[in-house]
């Protein structure tokens, strides 16, 4: 590590000077209290929000030794509330915040952009959550949501939220075979989606690929009959109908209507095709619902919303999160670790297909009053300084963006960053995978010009907000490291016979005790959850990542130990693609592992053994890409495929990635190779190898 990169960078007092958590010497009087007295400490925080019922059991119980009994994890049992209550009702009604901007929505045309008040915002959710209960959605009912970044997935999700329903909400950039999974395995009763959208040149006809999913799940036996649209592309057909007269003309389409039927205009009308009695649109079920809907008083403990995350079996895993315990920890971490302040106006650039996006999009902000800009587009269009362009017309004091983003953009150097003011930002925040030192010191020095923190969050699905951490006021920097943990956050870190390392150590990160937001279990699979992450070291939550903590306890992320990789801030799991490759009739064994990327952090270097009759030709190999984009979607897309006459495997079969995983690097200290069945074939895969200079 260079020597900048293993500079220290301390809080000045005039970057932050009324800030939340001031020092670092108050940062851990708040910790030790939040990790001592867990029950006075978020008890506190919990009288901010409404109850309905106010807790009176015990405030946390919990167990986390599988070798003692079942898992479980409770806080608050017994208290009634409603989350949606909460981030919109209580802000309208009790702070008086119904005419302040919730949500800046900017368009994948920079022209397109719309606005929505916290009043505004409550009044659509009451009217979708009314038309979900006329649908016959009732309480614990699953609805799947599968759309685009606009304000229509916000409503939507609230809106189940408002009534007890669970919202399972698939990225937009998964397939038609994920999504159709998702939702058999959610058992949902609905989809939300809309027509089509651009990101950026590309025109995703979403309408077309829900559809193939819901082919699917009625080949399956599914019984899903349910699904409404959002005309999102087609919205100013709609405006020019007067259907819609608060949509904005989206300028795309503008030329369109207005323009001749050119065959780009035919591109922006995508065919949407519809089934009618399953199929309704959006605009015509909320026309004339009512905007008053009483919230479905739930438990602290009662489901709020499933979210799918990549399982090292391939199978993804159903996250479920609950009521009471997720809104005080999306909530406190977003106040603390943006150092939210009530002028602010905050960027997450997540989708909200995602977990960053439910928590630091939705959630979190909501449940404190702040104003959001939420982007539908990509950081390259229409130029690469589209992010720094919307920073200065909203104005955005806090920016969170994922290391990928960073390093995409640093690729195209200074300019286009410096063209644009960004006097506005204040705090910037990392999330998703780790950050090497020199995007760090990049967006430390040319996007925050050194007077904005970086806050370099870890965290996971699973955890459901932030877990280590530096607080913007309060922590001084390292480049590349997560600093220390949250507030209720216990880390440790483990050798491989399960005892805890103190001082400088390097093992497995794992958490001693729950916090509020933490996972409850795997939807329809509690045994999963307690095998998945408690059974390898009994008493601890496992994250699966390796961590190193150093001589002045910060903790350092060095990646996962299992076979899962992280492309872009994106998990996937290798055996998810190897099952995919091997469902192509050319293909008769796979093995797939990670390879370094210069943007992505991973990508995926796949070996494959061809059936007898077939042939490795740059057709196949094109087929066999397509294959594993059709089956999970865009992001799992192999970055290198190579033949492989065979595969090196130990005498009892198992295929083994390490050697792989050198071989994908060119790496020939392949350590320890007598176990193998064949070592004759470590050379031909040598010889095979894919050019992987980038
Ligand atoms: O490996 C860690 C990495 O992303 C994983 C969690 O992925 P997911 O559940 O998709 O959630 C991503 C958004 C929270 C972790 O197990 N990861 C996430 N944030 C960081 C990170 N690795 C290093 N540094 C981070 N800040």
Redesign the pocket.
């Known amino acids: 590590m260079g020597q900048e990169q293993a500079r220290i960078f301390h809080p000045r007092p005039e970057w932050l000077p009324a800030a939340h958590v001031p020092s670092l010497s108050q940062y851990e009087r708040l910790y030790q209290r939040s990790v001592e007295d867990p029950h006075a400490f978020w008890g506190d925080i919990a009288k901010e929000f409404y109850w309905k019922t106010p807790y009176t059991g015990p405030f946390l119980n919990y167990n986390f030794d599988v070798t003692k009994g079942k898992v479980f994890i409770e806080w608050m049992k017994g208290a009634t509330t409603n989350i949606c209550y909460n981030v919109l009702d209580r802000n309208v009604n009790e702070k008086k915040l119904g005419d302040k901007i919730a949500f800046y929505w900017e368009g994948n045309e920079p022209e397109d952009s719309m606005k929505i008040t916290y009043k505004e915002l409550l009044h659509k959710v009451c009217q979708f959550a009314n038309v979900l209960r006329s649908q016959g959605v009732k309480k614990e009912d699953r609805v799947s949501i599968y759309m685009p970044m606009i304000l229509e997935l916000v409503v939507a999700m609230l809106a189940c939220a408002r009534i007890g329903a669970l919202h399972t909400i698939v990225f937009a950039g998964f397939s038609a075979d994920s999504l159709c999974e998702r939702i058999i395995d959610g058992g949902c009763c609905l989809l939300v989606t809309a027509d089509a959208f651009y990101r950026g040149d590309k025109l995703i006809n979403l309408k077309q690929i829900a559809d193939e999913a819901l082919q699917k799940c009625k080949d399956r036996g599914c019984p899903l009959k349910k699904c409404i649209v959002v005309k999102h592309l087609g919205r100013e057909e709609l405006a020019v109908a007067g259907t819609c007269s608060k949509s904005p003309p989206l300028k795309r389409l503008c030329h369109d209507v207005q323009g001749k039927q050119t065959e780009s205009s035919q591109r922006f009308h995508p065919k949407i095709p519809w089934t009618p009695g399953r199929d309704m649109w959006w605009h015509e079920v909320m026309s004339g619902a009512s905007t008053d809907c009483e919230p479905e008083w739930c438990d602290s403990e009662d489901k709020l919303f499933i979210l799918y995350?990549s399982g090292s079996t391939g199978k993804p895993k159903g996250v479920l999160h609950t009521v009471g315990g997720y809104m005080l920890f999306a909530a406190t971490s977003f106040k603390y670790v943006f150092d939210y302040q009530p002028e602010d106006v905050y960027w997450c650039t997540a989708d909200i297909g995602?977990?960053?996006g439910h928590s630091y999009v939705t959630y979190g902000p909501l449940a404190n009053g702040a104003t959001s800009v939420i982007f539908e587009g990509v950081p390259t269009y229409p130029d690469v300084g589209r992010m720094w362009s919307i920073v200065d017309k909203y104005k955005v004091t806090k920016f969170y963006t994922a290391p990928t983003a960073i390093r995409l953009l640093m690729k195209h150097g200074e300019e286009p960053v410096r063209k644009h003011s960004r006097k506005s930002l204040k705090v910037l925040g990392?999330?998703?995978?780790?950050?090497n030192p020199e995007a760090w010191l990049w967006y430390y020095r040319v996007v925050g010009e050194e007077r904005c923190p970086i806050v370099?969050?870890?965290?996971?699905?699973?955890?459901g907000g932030h877990m280590?951490t530096p607080l913007p006021g309060a922590t001084p920097l390292k480049p590349g490291s997560?600093a220390f943990p949250f507030f209720g956050v216990v880390p440790a870190i483990l050798n491989e016979s399960g005892e805890e390392l103190e001082g400088e150590a390097e093992g497995y990160l794992v958490f001693k005790q729950p916090w509020p937001g933490m996972m409850r279990t795997l939807y329809g699979n509690h045994p999963h959850f307690e095998a998945t992450y408690f059974k390898k070291f009994p008493g601890y939550y496992v994250?699966?990542?390796g961590c190193k903590r150093d001589k002045d306890g910060y903790y350092w992320?060095t990646?996962?130990i299992d076979d899962?990789l992280?492309i872009s801030?994106?998990?996937l799991s290798t055996s998810e693609v190897e099952s995919a490759l091997l469902e192509h009739p050319a293909v008769s064994e796979s093995a797939v592992v990670s390879h370094p990327h210069s943007l992505k952090g991973e990508c995926l270097y796949c070996f494959v053994s061809l059936r007898v009759g077939y042939e490795f030709t740059k057709s196949l190999e094109d087929e066999l890409r397509k294959q594993v984009r059709d089956k999970i979607g865009p992001i799992a897309t192999p970055d290198y495929i190579q033949y492989a006459p065979g595969l090196p495997k130990t005498r009892s079969g198992k295929i083994t990635r390490r050697i792989l995983r050198k071989i994908a690097r060119d790496d020939h200290d392949l350590g320890d190779t007598s176990t193998l069945a064949d070592p004759s074939i470590i050379d031909q895969l040598f010889s095979n190898r894919c050019n992987t200079k980038q």
Do not use: K, Y
Request: aromatic share 10%; glycine share 12%; net charge negative.
């Open positions: 995350t995602w977990i960053t990392s999330v998703g995978e780790p950050i370099d969050t870890f965290w996971q699905t699973e955890t280590l997560a994250t699966g990542d992320i990646g996962r899962m992280n801030g994106h998990l």
